[in-house]
T-cell receptor, first 116, second 112 residues
Framework: DTAVSQTPKYLVTQMGNDKSIKCEQNLGHDTMYWYKQDSKKFLKIMFSYNNKELIINETVPNRFSPKSPDKAHLNLHINSLELGDSAVYFC???????????????FGPGTRLLVL | AQSVTQLGSHVSVSEGALVLLRCNYSSSVPPYLFWYVQYPNQGLQLLLKYTSAATLVKGINGFEAEFKKSETSFHLTKPSAHMSDAAEYFCAVSGGNEKLTFGTGTRLTIIP
């Protein structure tokens, strides 16, 4: 059973297009994240949602818009794609335990986006 | 604010030799520290984590890491490298909120 899944796995598109990446987790977690990994493998958080509410929004262009229809899904929509958006996008999820140890984030397999 | 520095973007060791991957952290609050592994074309998998309990943390695949507050370090070790350990390794820190800050990664190559 896949814990955190992403679709599509690969995405090749032209500059200026709009595209979406979907993420689903079946772990029952209440928090989900989007990360961007650039060509040098550097990973940086973009967004985090807890129970469908945005809790982390790093300095990301407003062309990127996350949407969480329910706590098991967090989709990423990107408008007007640019060359610099080419990267691997990872979804992750975790469960916050009140008063407990810090949570572990579980990652999806990634979506490799190439903008031409 | 939290940050991590991974010394050495590439590390090569012979099969059967000791693996040592270095991570130093900076944190304004007691840190939570993690090591993740990324195999080629895959997502990240948690190796181990430090959450203020035992300072020596054992993880999967024979890896362990020791939290040293005086040195602000959380180095990853494995006594005997295996070919299957070849991957990218990421150290990460959290200040107790939802935000994980990753290091730049260390690519581990195993020499047969």
């Amino acid at each position: 059973d896949t814990a955190v899944s992403q679709t599509p796995k690969y995405l090749v598109t032209q500059m200026g297009n709009d595209k979406s990446i979907k993420c689903e987790q079946n772990l029952g977690h209440d928090t989900m994240y989007w990360y961007k990994q650039d060509s040098k493998k550097f990973l940086k958080i973009m967004f985090s949602y807890n129970n469908k509410e945005l809790i982390i929004n790093e300095t990301v262009p407003n062309r990127f818009s996350p949407k969480s229809p329910d706590k098991a899904h967090l989709n990423l929509h990107i408008n007007s794609l640019e060359l610099g958006d080419s990267a691997v996008y990872f979804c992750a999820s975790s469960q916050v335990v009140a008063g407990g140890p810090v949570w572990t984030q579980y990652f999806g397999p990634g979506t490799r986006l190439l903008v031409l | 604010a939290q940050s991590v520095t991974q010394l050495g973007s590439h590390v090569s060791v012979s099969e059967g030799a000791l693996v040592l991957l270095r991570c130093n952290y900076s944190s304004s609050v007691p840190p939570y520290l993690f090591w993740y592994v990324q195999y080629p074309n895959q997502g990240l998998q948690l190796l181990l984590k430090y959450t203020s309990a035992a300072t020596l943390v054992k993880g999967i695949n024979g890896f362990e890491a020791e939290f040293k507050k005086s040195e602000t370090s959380f180095h990853l070790t494995k006594p005997s490298a295996h070919m299957s350990d070849a991957a990218e390794y990421f150290c990460a820190v959290s200040g107790g909120n939802e935000k994980l800050t990753f290091g730049t990664g260390t690519r581990l190559t195993i020499i047969p």
